[in-house]
């Protein structure tokens, strides 16, 4: 079955960056690409990306287009998410999807915590 | 970018009830309207795709409709699983944006 599996909880300081990843598995890796959602605390979903696993294209929220790198990495069936310049307002759970339409499969999540 | 706006915000309902959320876009969209539930500390569940296409697991109770700009999710009859929050997106161009939510509470 489709499982992602993502990286566990981080605390970074402000001014850092994090990278998280996403393990995918249950399907052919280079079939679907890659969304990539954050949700703030009480706060609804926000896209920040998309990632083309077979072609590696990318396409970025504009406040994203700066800040985020999304890759890939097919030896290893898994997605990443690299954010950099981190601020208390990045503080926030960062979810994968597969991409099929929509999100179809979605990753457990990951809280990101930015604090001094 | 395109906004997706969704009414209500909230929403009281009961088991039984025959509920409609409704989802607008800023521009026209097509039909490139998904709908998602999400349950408290859990990953959202992709339950309807390109404005009225039901994924497979999802129950019959649940269906959408609309195309251009202006988009309505229904669940038939609420079971108690439904009291979640849902919310709406459209992938028709870059930022995917997502509406603001609907809670459907009791």
């Known amino acids: 079955q489709v499982q992602l599996v993502q990286s566990g909880p981080e605390v970074k300081k402000p001014g850092a960056s994090v990278k998280v990843s996403c393990k995918a598995s249950?399907?052919?890796?280079?079939?679907?690409?890659f969304s990539w959602v954050r949700q703030a605390p009480g706060q609804g979903l926000e896209w920040m990306g998309y990632i083309g696993v077979y072609n590696g294209n990318t396409m970025y929220a504009p406040k994203f287009q700066d800040k985020v790198t999304l890759t890939t990495d097919t030896s290893t069936t898994t997605a990443y998410m690299e954010m950099r310049g981190l601020t208390s307002d990045d503080t926030a759970v960062y979810y994968c999807?597969?991409?099929?339409?929509?999100?179809?499969?979605w990753g457990q999540g990951t809280l990101v915590t930015v604090s001094s | 970018d395109i906004q997706m706006t969704q009414s209500p915000s909230s929403l009281s309902a009961s088991v039984g009830d025959r509920v409609t959320i409704t989802c607008r876009a800023s521009?026209?969209?097509?039909?490139?309207l998904n709908w998602y539930q999400q349950k408290p500390g859990k990953a959202p569940k992709l339950l309807i795709y390109a404005a009225s296409s039901l994924l497979s697991e999802v129950p019959s109770r649940f269906s959408g409709s609309g195309s251009g700009t202006d988009f309505t999710l229904t669940i038939s009859s609420l079971q108690p699983e439904d009291f979640a929050t849902y919310y709406c997106?459209?992938?028709?161009?870059?930022?995917?944006?997502f509406g603001q939510g609907t809670k459907l509470e009791i």
């Open positions: 521009q026209t969209i097509t039909t490139y």
């Open positions: 999807a597969r991409w099929w339409h929509g999100g179809d499969y």
């Open positions: 249950g399907y052919t890796f280079t079939s679907h690409g």
């Open positions: 997106q459209q992938s028709f161009t870059s930022p995917y944006t």
